[in-house]
């Protein structure tokens, strides 16, 4: 049951990873946090339920659909709403990221006969079962586990290899410099944008087959959030690892301490991290000069 338990914590922290992972994308590129994060998952679920129920599509065609388009989103939410309040103090553009949220949810909730009902997302593997060594591996753990890791090492890829990951890391550095060395630096936060859409679009398709799609499905951000703080809010396997952190302490405390631990003990965890080492795991001291 012990490791039970863990597989389970794992598949969950990969999907807190996965929406942390779009909080670091976009503090990195911007020193915004973007509350919501959350939402952006809730609309990729929707998006891939759209894609299946109304263009028939099958799920993996649905999900690239879905992908894609939250990424266009993404980069249409940076250009339109955040980019014109840039510059102005970082409390207006929290409260906006806020109001992102809460319009996304409005949103999907007046779509008549979607909006207020919870959907089945039927993949191909929901409902498979494996027996190793005794320990019984359900479809939907197992598929969050391979598509976290497989789209961590193309993350890594891109970061590593690319022009534009080279330029996104330079950007977040140090945008003044990175402009003055001709890097298009308006372009590429659009891009993170888009990039952090697309992520939680990921994480919204590998959730929804567990917990279904619905429009309060979102608020798992604010279990992603923790995430990210204790991976540090400026790493990026910082964000993975604060999630896996944060999954297998709920996990664990569901299954061993009394019912209502489950809920409290992640943020307990951050309390901790804080008075600690509030640069988080892997986050390091930044000085600025003001």
């Not at 534009?164 to 936060?189: D, F, K, T």
Request: contains cysteine.
């Amino acid at each position: 049951m012990l490791l039970q338990t863990i597989v389970a914590g794992l598949a969950q922290g990969c999907v807190y990873g996965l929406i942390a992972l779009g909080f670091v994308l976009i503090y990195k590129a911007t020193e915004t946090v973007n509350f919501a994060q959350g939402e952006l998952m809730m609309l990729g679920a929707f998006a891939g339920f759209a894609g299946m129920s109304v263009l028939h599509l099958p799920f993996w065609g649905a999900a690239v659909l879905a992908v894609l388009a939250m990424g266009v989103f993404g980069v249409l939410v940076e250009r339109l709403v955040i980019r014109p309040v840039l510059g102005q103090p970082a409390f207006s553009i929290v409260m906006l990221t806020f109001g992102i949220g809460y319009v996304a949810r409005g949103a999907i909730t007046m779509l008549p006969g979607v909006g207020t009902d919870t959907h089945a997302l039927a993949a191909p593997y929901k409902g498979a079962a494996f027996n190793a060594a005794g320990l019984a591996l359900v479809g939907e753990q197992l598929a969050v586990i391979a598509a976290t890791a497989l789209l961590c090492s193309a993350l890594w890829l891109l970061f590593r290899f690319t022009r534009m990951g080279v330029a996104m890391q330079a950007s977040s550095q140090n945008q003044l410099a990175a402009y003055y060395m001709g890097i298009p630096v308006q372009r590429l936060n659009g891009l993170v944008w888009g990039l952090a859409a697309a992520v939680a679009a990921v994480a919204g398709l590998l959730l929804a087959p567990i917990t279904f799609v619905h429009v309060n499905m979102g608020f798992i951000g604010l279990k992603a959030f923790p995430a990210a703080i204790v991976g540090g809010f400026g790493s990026l396997p910082g964000a993975i690892v604060g999630g896996l952190v944060i999954g297998l302490v709920e996990s664990l405390s569901g299954f061993y301490l009394p019912e209502g631990f489950k809920d409290v003990m992640p943020y307990a965890v951050v309390l901790l991290m804080l008075a600690v080492k509030p640069t988080g795991l892997f986050g390091g001291n930044v000085r600025k000069k003001v």
